[in-house]
């Protein structure tokens, strides 16, 4: 009758279970634990330790603790400490040896700890306080023991989020592959790890003495800079007049993915020899997921170039599903791991899609193709527009100050107008051409520029005044008007 009842007034989910039984074996392969998982659907979840014969743990004075799928360790390379086996079981599925102990992250059993005696060692916690102090406990019963111990604390995990959490929402073994290369050793965690869950004071954050590093080029932001253009609009060749510019005094990386040998001979023909530029031309550089990502640091690490240029992002990148925010932020942030670790800046050229009615004419960042996940992923952003003969190049980033530089193609070079020429609203014909001729002339009357313009001179001349109101022009003591000087990032 109480089960009956029960069942009339609790939701049938609560009764649906799902048993996962996992088996802990000795290293010799014979089964010593066995630990039954029940997930109900109501997302609670229930343990339980049996022995082989079915009692409890605690029947048996002469039971030890062994690590999770020891037996199935390999004779030498990376171990992976996470919490709970089927965390453990997923990154098994991937191809990495991963251990836990049996009854979770609430202790560390010091038997466990010989049997990682030599081995090099990467904690893996979740995502809450009982992780890290888990993390803090394993270090401190491992560190001496082991070859080398890390933390690896995978980034925008949700709260109480774990490795499979990870996976789930679009994390590749790739990414992990170099989370886990790049993680934090645990000394320098656990001294650092307490201070940096709790957040930095203001003090704190002031006082960390960081080197910024100068823009590498006049039209090129320190980081990793997105570059997107119409095609044939120019970007290529923008990119190519940068890094000539940069191969007089760095190494260069440029990844000429979209040419072929007779085209590259043709676009990079006007080059010195001297200029120390490696290019890699089509089909000469694998996808990021089918060995590129190996490459690429492979040269980062050797050559130590001061600028990779990408041509285009597409290319290389790992593709990602179309409007998967998580898939395209995963697979650039693969690509910033690397190029961040060797401190190198990267220009990726991307194509922008097309204009519609509903675009916002004030911001043309908007029409990058694709997910806004690559927009939000690098340090900076470029579009590069037309303006007659010339083009306009608009940046902005994280730490660059918004700016849009006027430049004009001559003789293979790219020369900078006058960035006042930026910042004009769409319907400010006049104020355009004035400064346009300004730009090219030098100083103007207000009687010259009536002529040149055909207008009246009441106009021009409360068209310059509009001017110098918005620091676009200054005027001079002959009262003649001019463009102040141009300012850098």
Request: net charge negative; with cysteine.
């Amino acid at each position: 009758m109480v089960a009956r009842h029960l069942a009339e007034v609790l939701p049938p989910e609560v009764f649906l279970t799902k048993t996962s039984k996992y088996v802990y074996r000795c290293p010799d392969g014979q089964d010593s634990l066995i630990v039954l998982r029940v997930d109900k659907r109501d997302g609670s979840k229930t343990f339980r330790q049996q022995l082989p014969n079915g009692k409890l743990p605690r029947s048996d004075a002469d039971f030890l603790q062994h690590p999770y799928r020891i037996n199935e360790w390999p004779s030498d390379g990376l171990i992976i400490l996470c919490e709970g086996e089927k965390c453990a079981d997923a990154l098994w599925g991937l191809g990495f040896a991963a251990t836990t102990r049996a009854g979770g992250s609430s202790k560390w059993d010091f038997e466990l700890t010989p049997y990682f005696g030599g081995r090099h060692v990467v904690i893996l916690p979740d995502n809450d306080s009982a992780g890290l102090i888990y993390a803090q406990k394993v270090i401190d019963a491992l560190l001496g023991t082991v070859a080398s111990l890390k933390v690896c604390e995978l980034p925008d995990l949700p709260e109480k989020g774990d490795v499979i959490d990870w996976l789930d929402a679009g994390g590749t073994k790739e990414t992990l592959s170099l989370l886990i290369e790049h993680a934090d050793d645990a000394g320098n965690w656990r001294s650092g790890g307490a201070r940096r869950h709790a957040g930095l004071s203001l003090s704190d954050l002031k006082a960390i003495k960081i080197e910024r590093r100068d823009p590498l080029h006049d039209l090129l932001p320190p980081g990793f800079t997105l570059m997107a253009g119409a095609p044939k609009i120019g970007k290529s060749k923008l990119a190519e007049f940068i890094a000539g510019d940069v191969a007089q005094n760095n190494y260069v990386l440029y990844l000429a993915l979209e040419y072929n040998q007779m085209v590259a001979q043709t676009r990079f023909n006007h080059l010195d020899d001297s200029l120390d530029i490696e290019i890699f031309l089509e089909g000469g550089f694998p996808r990021w997921d089918q060995g590129g990502a190996e490459k690429l640091e492979s040269l980062l690490s050797f050559r130590q170039p001061k600028l990779v240029v990408l041509d285009t992002l597409a290319r290389l990148k790992r593709p990602g599903q179309k409007n998967d925010y998580e898939a395209e932020t995963q697979a650039m942030q693969q690509m910033k791991i690397v190029t961040d670790k060797y401190n190198c800046d990267v220009l990726a050229l991307h194509h922008l899609r097309k204009s519609g009615v509903n675009d916002n004419k004030d911001d043309p960042f908007e029409r990058i193709l694709g997910s806004t996940a690559l927009a939000a992923a690098v340090d900076n952003l470029q579009i590069l527009l037309t303006s007659g003969d010339e083009r306009v190049l608009h940046t902005k980033g994280r730490i660059v100050f918004p700016s849009e530089k006027l430049l004009k193609l001559d003789d293979n070079r790219f020369v900078e107008q006058h960035s006042a020429l930026g910042h004009m609203p769409i319907n400010a014909t006049t104020q355009t051409q004035v400064l346009h001729i300004i730009a090219r002339q030098g100083e103007m009357k207000v009687s010259d520029l009536t002529v040149r313009l055909e207008k009246a001179q009441s106009n021009i001349s409360r068209v310059c005044a509009n001017l110098v109101e918005k620091g676009k022009l200054i005027r001079l003591e002959n009262g003649a008007y001019s463009l102040p000087k141009s300012e850098g990032w």
